[in-house]
């Protein structure tokens, strides 16, 4: 993605906009429920592993790593 894209779905610090809902990973096999916290090198959110489309069930904490220049070099 380029510089424009990335700032629609990244804030100013770099971490991801993820909006309750929204379907991510592989597959976009989980929804997202909400955000857990911010840490220094991502943010966390809570989501539900979708097994097909009836069967939310299992839940789980998604880390998604900021979009910055010092964290690509590591």
């Known amino acids: 993605l380029g510089t424009q894209q990335l700032d629609m779905f990244h804030d ?3 971490y991801m906009i993820v909006p309750a809902g929204i ?3 592989p597959n976009r096999c989980y929804a997202v429920k909400s955000t857990l916290g911010k840490g220094v ?3 966390v959110v809570a989501a539900n ?3 097909d489309e009836t069967n939310t069930n299992e839940e789980v904490a998604i880390k998604i790593f900021r ?3 010092l964290i ?3």
């Open 12 to 14: 100013a610090d770099g």
């Open 72 to 74: 690509r070099r590591q």
């Open 49 to 51: 592993k979708i097994v």
């Open 41 to 43: 090198f991502a943010v």
């Open 23 to 25: 379907r991510v990973g």
């Open 67 to 69: 979009a910055n220049d």
